[in-house]
């Protein structure tokens, strides 16, 4: 069974910088395609970035310059470094494995983990 573990939010001043974490259980992490997402309250839930299996990322360009994602497939964890922060940010973050067409698209695959909060206050 697949499991997904967010970790890293807090709350954060305008500007500041988090790092979150994501370790998966099961699955074939090391051949997978891997991505962060975020929600807002009363928003939908949209991709923020993600990594290819062979660490090529792709980024939105909301977060271009400000967020980085990168792998240790040893660790099977994905991580998104998050600086210049605002608050419009302010959402769960959740990470998950990834598929479809390749920088054009991204489809969620497996179930969701709980996600970790990110507050940025003004």
């Known amino acids: 069974q697949v499991q997904l573990v967010e970790s890293g939010g807090g709350l954060v001043q305008a500007g500041g910088s988090l790092r979150l974490s994501c370790v998966a259980s099961?699955?074939?992490?090391?051949?997978?395609?891997m991505g962060w997402y975020r929600q807002g309250p009363g928003k939908k839930r949209e991709l923020v970035a993600a990594?290819?299996?062979?660490?090529?990322?792709d980024y939105g360009d909301a977060v271009k310059g400000r967020f980085t994602i990168s792998r240790d497939n040893d660790k099977k964890q994905v991580a998104l470094q998050m600086n210049s922060l605002k608050p419009e940010y302010t959402a769960v973050y959740y990470c998950?494995?990834?598929?479809?067409?390749?920088?054009?698209?991204?489809?969620?695959?497996?179930?969701w983990g709980q996600g970790t909060q990110v507050t940025v206050s003004s």
């Open positions: 998950n494995f990834v598929s479809g067409p390749v920088y054009v698209a991204w489809f969620p695959i497996r179930s």
């Open positions: 990594i290819t299996s062979d660490g090529i990322p």
């Open positions: 099961g699955g074939d992490f090391r051949r997978s395609d």
